[in-house]
């Protein structure tokens, strides 16, 4: 099969005008001009029951000319809670995260299993309609997973919580991977330093390095985390004594300190989700770092909290992989990564189309480690793309952040899911 368009933007070099991939089976194998793909090609594909023959038609390939449209790798969410889709608006911003996690659980203790389910497949559809083809999803329900067929390319992140339960930490985490041992992608996310304990980091941390899967954690999200780790003060402190957890260990260092103090190294394969509030203690610790974890930022969630400033600049001349993702509706309004991306452009301006793109496609690959196979239109890696109109008078990047609404055409491991 040969998919044309206008415009390939294959992310490990410059667009291709009038350009063309060719797809076998679930991979691509070929990418550059549609003169250079066409030769020995058909437009038209074998019909029902037609056989081959042995000669010119042995050559017959299917050609798939989307037009006047931009073709791109499919996007992926670094950082997602489908479990709460179902959430959407139904928690307006609060005085204090505090009181947020607060309403969160007061919503959460209204559903049940099958409602989580249906929350689940309702993310998924939602996401593969606004073009994303892979996403890093954290569940609190891993015991669910079973029940739940993945519509897109899914990392499923068994978040861990052990703040009433410290006594049974490796329980836990051997009956999450339990849980998840049917999926081919799986991975660890003790929840936050405030909810899981130092016991749980590191065995989460022991069992991703040996069985070689991915980590992932909330990170100095807050103000009120900076507050309770440096200070033992501040509404998120209060709150952690009210449900019994021992702040003993909130004695003047920054959440960032902390968790490196709780691993023998941090590096890959953490992935860390937030990272706000950094002191310029914790730059110098970055600074002197020589092996860096990977960063989501997430735009219009972070908005929603008014969190600090996120301090791309820094962290990207540090040399952090940084992605975007929208996690959970609970704090955003859809799972648009187009929408996250032009919110990222609205606070950081100077960053280029081509580098926000990046976030969304080769940097969270990278973080997934599947740069080899995934956010790049390159031959070997999977057929996953979108394509999208483009846009009138303006740049190939420009005219990729500026689309809204439904993606009019995926592919995923080579099959076609819509065409409109």
Not at 191 to 220: G, N, V, Y
Request: aromatic share 8%.
């Amino acid at each position: 099969m040969i998919v044309r368009a206008r415009i390939v933007i294959a992310m490990d070099g410059p667009p291709i005008e009038d350009g063309a991939v060719r797809i076998n089976g679930n991979r691509i194998i070929a990418v550059g001009k549609f003169s250079e793909l066409k030769a020995g090609a058909s437009p038209y594909p074998l019909l029902e029951g037609e056989e081959k023959g042995e000669d010119a038609e042995e050559s017959r390939e299917q050609i798939i000319d989307l037009g006047d449209q931009t073709l791109l790798p499919g996007l992926i969410n670094a950082h997602c809670h489908l479990d709460y889709t179902c959430l959407r608006g139904k928690i307006p911003p609060q005085k204090s995260f505090a009181d947020w996690i607060r309403r969160i659980n007061a919503e959460k203790a209204k559903l049940s299993p099958a409602d989580y389910v249906a929350s689940i497949n309702e993310g998924f559809a939602e996401a593969k309609r606004f073009g994303t083809t892979t996403i890093a999803n954290l569940t609190a329900f891993p015991e669910l997973v079973a029940q739940i067929q993945d519509q897109i390319r899914t990392w499923w992140f068994a978040e861990l919580i052990d703040v009433r339960d410290v006594e049974r930490v490796n329980e836990m985490v051997n009956c999450a991977v339990a849980s998840l041992k049917s999926r081919e992608n799986l991975g660890l996310a003790p929840h936050a330093l405030f909810t899981a304990s130092p016991t749980l980091f590191r065995r989460c941390d022991e069992l991703a390095r040996r069985d070689a899967i991915l980590l992932t954690t909330h990170l100095a999200e807050s103000r009120e985390e900076m507050s309770m780790f440096q200070d033992g003060s501040g509404p998120l402190c209060e709150f952690m004594r009210q449900i019994g957890r021992d702040t003993s260990d909130c004695n003047g260092r920054t959440p960032l300190r902390k968790f490196v103090e709780r691993l023998r190294e941090v590096s890959p394969p953490w992935i860390v989700a937030h990272l706000n509030e950094l002191s310029e203690s914790d730059f110098d610790l970055l600074a002197r770092s020589t092996k860096k974890f990977h960063v989501v930022h997430c735009p219009r969630s972070h908005k929603y909290f008014e969190h600090s400033p996120f301090r791309f600049e820094r962290l990207s001349a540090l040399g952090f992989n940084i992605c975007l993702g929208t996690d959970s509706l609970a704090s955003n309004d859809d799972l648009s990564l187009f929408t996250e991306m032009r919110a990222f452009q609205k606070k950081f301006p100077g960053v280029s189309p081509k580098e926000i793109l990046s976030m969304v496609t080769a940097n969270p690959a990278r973080a997934l480690d599947r740069q080899s196979v995934l956010g790049q239109i390159k031959p070997g890696a999977c057929a996953d793309m979108i394509a999208i109109p483009i846009a009138p008078r303006t740049g190939i990047f420009e005219s990729v952040l500026s689309f809204e609404g439904v993606v009019p055409w995926t592919m995923i491991q080579g099959h076609i899911c819509k065409l409109a």
